[in-house]
């Protein structure tokens, strides 16, 4: 099924390139757009489907394959970040992550899954670039829900940074840091 549609979307390509007139160039670009399109459905469900059989090798391969034949589509992107980041794997997630942002610049889900990669990858100024990124993009949208649970996140990152330098501070120049008592909240 793969090689008649590549052997198609070939043959419709030379046949757009081959034509002396104008309208059937045109033409020929919209169905091998649509042909892209469509391919890449497939392999985002073919890739569901191995996702379901927990067969991860091969939906990574469907996935990656339909970000190749429609880089225009969200969904495989976000199905490659999901499955990299529940597999720890958050340089590969970066890299998704970092090729999705560079066609959809203005997501915030995109920003915000950096962001989590980020912080998994123990990389923790980008990643607090990538969460501010995302609350820009989601309160210039107006989405409420994702403003709250990326600047959550950033505040997150901010304290926790702030809380290992304190610390590092604290046991470079000998002291011991602060006791805690219930008086002192």
Avoid: H, W
């Avoid at 042909?35 to 996702?51: E, R, T, W």
């Avoid at 969904?75 to 890299?95: N, T, W």
């Amino acid at each position: 099924m793969r090689k008649l549609l590549i052997i198609l979307f070939v043959g419709l390509s030379i046949f757009g390139c081959n034509s002396r007139e104008k309208q059937p160039e045109k033409k020929a670009a919209v169905v091998d757009s649509s042909l892209s399109k469509q391919a890449a459905m497939k392999l985002i469900q073919q890739g569901v489907d191995f996702l379901n059989q927990q067969d991860v090798a091969k939906a990574i391969v469907s996935f990656e394959g339909a970000v190749q034949v429609d880089p225009s589509n969200l969904q495989p992107y976000m199905y490659l970040a999901e499955i990299f980041i529940k597999m720890k794997s958050y340089p590969q997630a970066i890299g998704v992550l970092e090729r999705a942002i560079d066609t959809f610049p203005d997501n915030g889900y995109l920003f915000y899954m950096l962001s989590l990669s980020n912080q998994g990858n123990q990389t923790p100024l980008p990643a607090v670039l990538a969460a501010r990124r995302s609350v820009e993009l989601f309160q210039a949208q107006k989405n409420e829900e994702g403003y709250k649970q990326s600047l959550l996140l950033m505040e997150s990152l901010i304290k926790t940074e702030q809380q290992k330098q304190a610390s590092q501070t604290g046991q470079m120049d000998g002291s011991k840091p602060p006791q805690r008592t219930v008086d002192s909240f």
